[in-house]
């Protein structure tokens, strides 16, 4: 939705760099920047708990300012819509991830999948459905490496028009995730008739959960009744080792956030991911060894840090279930 005053926005300068910090942005020229590539996606990546491994890369729009730095979505995004140009910007960030998969494979990491926030009232315009279908097949590569993921600002209109375009493209192999459940206006009623693969619980549910027994009770309802529907769950914000033992603990399926990976660029990424599939073999990354041992119940390979076991996870998770 537009706002019609400055909005304070969060910034961050380039990976790696000083932690964020606070600006103040007047009107932003968007077109501009759409026209001059300075608005580009980010890739987060998102780990399956299982086994530890990426399974996929979170578009998130970063605008790439001359002069203010790394902006994120919530100090142009609204500007974007405003000025009409929400479906130009979809299909440029369509473009970029479809770019980003080739890149990807071409790096050695064809299994990794990317996925992107696509608004409602994008889904409900069979042309636009059409042409991610085309894109995908022009660049070549198989829909299930694409996640989309269904985003609204405002309440989602139940059309059988749209509920057509989902299973269309559930057809042909993409993959469906409700975004941000749990606020807004991703409702509980839309588990009911979506095509879902995935729900990504929104993080303002798993902040503060893990002191919060009343918060990671509701969690651990939340993710048992997804998983009821055969859909899996991704959690998104794990920021602090208490979030990760906590998703762990109550067998989300998938997790996200910066105590696992930030956002970072394509050229960013690669490296990334390519050191860590061989700090993987080697034993040297400590965040991932640690959420591997997690996972398995394995002893972690760093004896200075103390990691408690699988075993004593779910004593964890039984603290929730049974206060
Ligand atoms: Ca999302």
Not at 6 to 27: D, E, S
Not at 52 to 61: M, Q
Not at 120 to 127: E, G, T
Request: glycine content about 8%; proline content about 5%.
């Amino acid at each position: 939705m537009a706002t019609t005053h400055a909005p304070t926005v969060t910034c961050t300068g380039p990976v790696g760099a000083t932690p964020p910090h606070h600006l103040a942005v007047g009107r932003t020229d968007v077109r501009g920047a759409l026209a001059r590539g300075e608005i580009e996606p980010w890739f987060q990546p998102e780990f399956h708990l299982t086994d530890g491994k990426v399974v996929a890369v979170e578009a998130l729009a970063r605008w790439v300012h001359p002069t203010l730095g790394i902006l994120r979505p919530d100090a142009f995004l609204a500007q974007i819509v405003k000025e009409g140009l929400g479906v130009a910007f979809t299909r440029q960030i369509l473009a970029s991830c479809l770019a980003c998969l080739s890149t990807l494979d071409r790096a050695g990491h064809g299994e990794v999948a990317v996925a992107m926030n696509v608004p409602w009232d994008w889904i409900v315009d069979r042309k636009n459905v059409d042409e991610l279908i085309r894109l995908t097949a022009e660049a070549g590569h198989h829909p299930s490496r694409v996640i989309v993921e269904i985003v609204e600002s405002a309440p989602l209109v139940r059309n059988a028009h749209s509920l057509r375009h989902l299973n269309v493209l559930r057809a042909h192999g993409f993959v469906l995730a409700l975004d941000d459940f749990g606020t807004g206006y991703s409702a509980l009623e839309h588990l009911r008739y979506m095509p879902l693969n995935y729900i990504k619980i929104d993080r303002s549910l798993v902040e503060r959960c893990s002191n919060d027994k009343r918060g990671a009770r509701l969690l651990e309802g939340i993710v048992t009744m997804v998983h009821g529907i055969g859909a899996a769950v991704t959690v998104e914000g794990v920021s602090r080792e208490e979030d990760l033992d906590l998703v762990l603990a109550l067998h989300v399926d998938l997790a996200q956030g910066n105590l696992l990976g930030e956002a970072m660029p394509i050229d960013a990424l690669v490296p990334w991911l390519s050191r860590l599939r061989t700090d993987r073999h080697h034993g040297g990354h400590r965040m991932h060894q640690e959420l591997l041992s997690a996972m398995t119940g394995d002893q972690p390979l760093h004896p200075t840090h103390a990691h408690p076991s699988r075993r004593d996870r779910v004593g964890f998770a039984s603290d929730f279930s049974h206060s």
